[in-house]
């Protein structure tokens, strides 16, 4: 069985210690931690990887590290900079989409934690960018989004 790398975009560690643990202590996968944008960015500059997961809120990460449109966002919340941040701090998951997409390998599992079921046109648009773009069910257990993280 091949040795599969897995990039983890989390502002914590719980996913990528949850995922390493579930998956035999790294015998069968790599689980690689980027807290950023940025530090995502660089680790798929210079590494395959096989699939890529990436967390939806980002309430940990300084919000200088954020991406996406602050300015476009206080201008949708009337001028609040606290109410746009703390907006883009909750959805920075789909911005990581658009950051990172032209960088991660064509045919590479991507998984956002955010359960599409009710909002498959927001899932199609963003496979507009990203075809392999998957969504994580309500109920997954940890067990089984790692299964499907490994899958060939």
């Given at each position: 069985?091949?040795?599969?790398?897995?990039?983890?975009?989390?502002?914590?560690?719980?996913?990528?210690?949850?995922?390493?643990?579930?998956?035999?202590?790294?015998?069968?996968?790599?689980?690689?931690?980027?807290?950023?944008a940025s530090e995502a960015r660089g680790i798929l500059s210079d590494r395959l990887v096989d699939a890529v997961f990436l967390d939806m809120v980002f309430d940990r990460?300084?919000?200088?590290?954020?991406?996406?449109?602050?300015?476009?966002?206080?201008?949708?919340?009337?001028?609040?900079?606290?109410?746009?941040?703390?907006?883009?701090?909750?959805?920075?998951?789909?911005?990581?989409?658009?950051?990172?997409?032209?960088?991660?390998?064509?045919?590479?599992?991507?998984?956002?934690?955010?359960?599409?079921?009710?909002?498959?046109?927001?899932?199609?648009?963003?496979?507009?960018?990203?075809?392999?773009?998957?969504?994580?069910?309500?109920?997954?257990?940890?067990?089984?989004?790692?299964?499907?993280?490994?899958?060939?």
């Amino acid at each position: 069985m091949k040795r599969r790398v897995v990039l983890v975009v989390e502002d914590g560690v719980e996913y990528t210690e949850g995922f390493a643990r579930l998956s035999g202590g790294g015998e069968r996968a790599d689980f690689v931690r980027a807290g950023n944008a940025s530090e995502a960015r660089g680790i798929l500059s210079d590494r395959l990887v096989d699939a890529v997961f990436l967390d939806m809120v980002f309430d940990r990460t300084p919000q200088d590290q954020l991406v996406g449109d602050v300015a476009g966002l206080m201008a949708r919340f009337g001028g609040d900079r606290a109410q746009a941040m703390h907006y883009l701090a909750r959805h920075e998951g789909f911005y990581l989409i658009r950051e990172l997409s032209p960088l991660i390998p064509a045919g590479a599992r991507v998984i956002l934690a955010y359960d599409f079921s009710s909002d498959p046109e927001r899932l199609g648009a963003l496979r507009a960018s990203l075809p392999s773009l998957e969504g994580l069910p309500e109920g997954i257990t940890l067990s089984q989004l790692v299964a499907r993280l490994l899958e060939d």
